[in-house]
């Protein structure tokens, strides 16, 4: 498997690029990068600026489509995947469980995607894709429809439920993702600096 990191966002509503915050010592970046490693043998950033990221330990590649976005950022991953499966992440969800994702790997046999599901609510930044995806992305993406919940009426989607998602994140932290600097500054104290 490949895990697939998206850091193509221009963190407008933090006003600073955010994989490179500080949380408990580290930058987010490398809090995914450390459950990463312990999961998949290769890891891809997606990013418009691929100079940014060059000190990580991951092949570090440029959005393959002019059109910015998530979807563009999924498509460029799988484009640039060795693997069938693909687990894709925000660069900015510091609290990945490994155990969440190792029971979502589980579910993929015959399915093209697992995305949690809470209530009504999707996660498909928090997923796994198999890389055939990626044409009907594509096709998406020229429809200029860049939902990413279009394309699950396409393929088939193995949606893993609340149920399933609280045995492993009772808390469900693993989808926690920090876009203003309020986020970021109740992730700094709640979850490391006042714990620890």
């Not at 594509?138 to 045995?167: A, G, P």
């Amino acid at each position: 498997m490949t895990g697939i990191i998206l850091a193509g966002g221009e963190s407008r509503r933090m006003g600073r690029e955010k994989a490179f915050l500080e949380v408990g010592g580290k930058p987010l970046i490398e809090h995914i990068l450390a459950v990463y490693t312990g999961l998949f043998d290769r890891t891809v950033i997606v990013t418009r600026w691929p100079e940014r990221f060059a000190s990580c330990r991951a092949d570090v590649v440029r959005d393959a489509l002019a059109t910015p976005g998530p979807l563009t950022g999924i498509y460029t991953g799988l484009l640039h995947s060795q693997d069938d499966l693909n687990f894709v992440a925000a660069c900015d969800m510091p609290f990945l469980d490994q155990g969440l994702i190792r029971h979502m790997q589980r579910l993929a046999d015959g399915h093209d995607a697992v995305v949690p599901k809470i209530g009504e609510y999707l996660e498909p930044l928090h997923a796994f894709y198999r890389r055939g995806v990626a044409p009907v992305i594509l096709e998406q993406v020229r429809k200029q429809d860049l939902r990413i919940r279009s394309i699950f009426r396409h393929i088939r989607v193995r949606y893993v439920t609340q149920e399933e998602i609280t045995i492993h994140d009772p808390q469900q932290r693993s989808f926690r993702n920090l876009n203003t600097h309020e986020e970021y500054k109740e992730a700094v104290c709640s979850d490391w600096e006042c714990r620890n």
